[in-house]
């Protein structure tokens, strides 16, 4: 009777987790649409695709989704903080996109690993 407890909780572990991982799935496919769509590529490069001046692959890697999230909204402030003058700051115009777009926009991004 304890084994198939046992199993049982394993199961639903596993089938939220498959959940969780296809929500999570759909999120970034959402966000890939908003980069896309907010025409990032014409600053910033993903594997060899967009501007190749500004790469972003393997960003997930190197930021937390709380400082993708902040280099979005507040690009000038994020620059000051990496002592970064090399070029100007993205524009601050994408701090006004909604709050759902901007969460997928972030997942896609740390997805890039």
Do not use: F
């Given at each position: 009777?304890?084994?198939?407890?046992?199993?049982?909780?394993?199961?639903?572990?596993?089938?939220?987790?498959?959940?969780?991982?296809?929500q999570d799935a759909a999120l970034v496919k959402k966000g890939e649409g908003?980069?896309?769509?907010?025409?990032?590529?014409?600053?910033?490069?993903?594997?060899?695709?967009?501007?190749?001046?500004?790469?972003?692959?393997?960003?997930?890697?190197?930021?937390?989704?709380?400082?993708?999230?902040?280099?979005?909204?507040?690009?000038?402030?994020?620059?000051?903080?990496?002592?970064?003058?090399?070029?100007?700051?993205?524009?601050?115009?994408?701090?006004?996109?909604?709050?759902?777009?901007?969460?997928?926009?972030?997942?896609?991004?740390?997805?890039?690993?």
């Open positions: 009777m304890k084994g198939m407890k046992t199993i049982m909780i394993m199961s639903g572990v596993l089938s939220l987790g498959l959940t969780l991982h296809a908003v980069y896309t769509a907010q025409r990032c590529s014409t600053c910033h490069g993903i594997a060899g695709k967009g501007n190749k001046s500004n790469p972003l692959d393997g960003v997930g890697g190197k930021l937390s989704t709380e400082d993708i999230h902040h280099w979005i909204v507040d690009p000038t402030a994020m620059t000051a903080k990496a002592q970064s003058t090399k070029k100007p700051p993205m524009p601050n115009r994408y701090s006004k996109l909604p709050a759902e777009e901007l969460d997928a926009l972030v997942a896609y991004l740390a997805s890039l690993k």
